[in-house]
Structures are given as structure tokens and as C-alpha cells.
């Protein structure tokens, strides 16, 4: 019960909201502000928790999205093009032009590369989108903490104002007992 209460009490000074009203993110804040524990690690970021395929889709679309893909695949599309025309003087071309079966090949490796890119790309926006939370909920935290400690520093610095306020009104009254004292001793000569 002490601990819902805490857990309350924080949520109302850095929020200005009861506990049971936070979102399923800003409890998760305030329960680590009250833990007093770090926020850790996104575990996406910690474990692969890829599938083999999955894997396969994210080597296909590294290597499919590089320019070294984009080179070596223009060298054999260029070695295809010149061996084809190169042998049509002998009759011995395996795909004379208009290269038809190149194009065959062409639109299959498009069809199947595009998908599985594709794939890849879904999961990454996924991680992508638990990073940003990952980052909201610690930069959400990091601007409570810093609010939790100007109020801490308010209330020191209004403890610290008191104090010293108390002290120069007692100076002070000191003072006014020594300015009497010798304003009655100069009657006295007077």
C-alpha cells in the first residue's frame, strides 16, 4: 500500500496526475523513477530474436540495397548482352535479341527480390518504432528526473532563504540592541 502511494505521490508532483490515469508508458516511468532503477536496454536491441528466414530476407535486402549489387549486376547483365551478340555470328547465341529470356529473369528476380525487401523493411520499421519508444520513455524520464530535482533545489533554496532570513533578522535585532545601548550611553553624556 506504501508503494501504490509513492507511485501516487510521484505521478501527481511530476505530472499533475493521479497514477491510475498514466498511460501504460508513463507508469512505466514513474515505476522507474520510484525504483529508483535505470531504464536499461531496448531488448530488441539486446536479442536477436530473427527466424532463419528472417535472416535470409535482411542478407537479401543488404546485399540487393548495396551498390556493389547494383555494379555486379550491371557486369553480368553487360558479359549476358556481349556473349549473346558476340555468338549470334557463330549461331551459337542462347538468348539472341531481343534477350527475351534475360527479361524473363530479370522480372523474376524483381518479383522475387521486391517482397522480401519488402519483409525486411516491415520488421525494421517495427524495431524502428519500439526504438522510438525505448527513446521516448527514457527521455520522458530523464525530463521528470530533472523537474524532480528543481524541486528539490526550490526546496532547498527556500530552506536556505529561510535560514538566512532568520539570521539577518536576528543581526538585525542584535544590531538595534547595540545602536539603543549606544544611543542611551550618548544621552547619558549628552
Not at 502511494?5 to 523513477?33: C, F, G, K, T
Not at 548495396?66 to 556473349?83: D, T
Amino acid at each position: 500500500m506504501i508503494i501504490a502511494e509513492r507511485l501516487d505521490q510521484l505521478s501527481r508532483e511530476l505530472l499533475s496526475v493521479p497514477y491510475s490515469d498514466l498511460n501504460a508508458v508513463q507508469r512505466s516511468v514513474i515505476d522507474l523513477i520510484c525504483d529508483e532503477a535505470p531504464t536499461g536496454l531496448n531488448k530488441s536491441l539486446v536479442n536477436d530474436d530473427r527466424g532463419s528466414w528472417d535472416r535470409l530476407a535482411d542478407a537479401v535486402a543488404k546485399v540487393g540495397g548495396s551498390w556493389g549489387f547494383i555494379g555486379g549486376f550491371s557486369a553480368a547483365l553487360m558479359v549476358w548482352i556481349m556473349a549473346n551478340v558476340a555468338l549470334k555470328r557463330f549461331d551459337l547465341a542462347f538468348d539472341p535479341y531481343p534477350f527475351i529470356f534475360l527479361n524473363l529473369l530479370l522480372s523474376t528476380v524483381a518479383a522475387l527480390q521486391a517482397p522480401v525487401i519488402m519483409m525486411s523493411q516491415n520488421r525494421q520499421a517495427l524495431k524502428d518504432r519500439q526504438n522510438a519508444e525505448h527513446d521516448y520513455v527514457v527521455n520522458l524520464r530523464a525530463e521528470l528526473e530533472i523537474m524532480h530535482l528543481h524541486d528539490k533545489l526550490d526546496a532547498l533554496r527556500e530552506r536556505d532563504i529561510a535560514e538566512l532570513s532568520r539570521q539577518n533578522a536576528e543581526a538585525l535585532a542584535r544590531l538595534e540592541a547595540q545602536m539603543a545601548v549606544m544611543a542611551s550611553k550618548l544621552e547619558a553624556k549628552g
